[in-house]
């Protein structure tokens, strides 16, 4: 079975950093791009950031530049996304997602979605 589990969100205040992970089961992460993208209420879902099957391209959006750093290790079939000096408009759902070979960043490519953990930032 395919899955994919997010972990690491919370509440935490402005300013602050969060590490959040993704896991995979059922499938290795080897021959997948992943992204990371988030749904804050009321909003659509965006992407992130998202890193190639190699590493070779990585997107992040403008708004998470120079602030968020995504990151894999095929042997732990685990991707990252490290956050520091979150601001309460990060406040949103996050989940990762994957798709066999195909890159980009946009939620229409990815076929496998985690469940999201909630990152609140709030002082």
């Known amino acids: 079975q395919v899955q994919l589990v997010e972990s690491g969100g919370g509440l935490v205040q402005p300013g602050s950093s969060l590490k959040l992970s993704c896991t995979a089961s059922g499938f290795t992460l080897d021959y997948y791009a992943i992204g990371w993208f988030r749904q804050a209420p009321g909003k659509e879902r965006e992407g992130v950031s998202c890193i190639s099957v190699n590493d070779d391209n990585i997107v992040y959006a403008d708004s998470v530049k120079g602030r968020f750093t995504i990151s894999r290790d095929n042997a732990k079939n685990t991707v990252w996304l490290q956050m520091t000096s979150l601001k309460p408009e990060d406040t949103a759902v996050y989940y990762c997602?994957?798709?066999?070979?195909?890159?980009?960043?946009?939620?229409?490519?990815?076929?496998?979605w985690g469940q999201g953990t909630q990152v609140t930032v709030s002082s």
């Open positions: 997602a994957a798709v066999f070979h195909s890159g980009g960043c946009e939620t229409s490519q990815y076929d496998y």
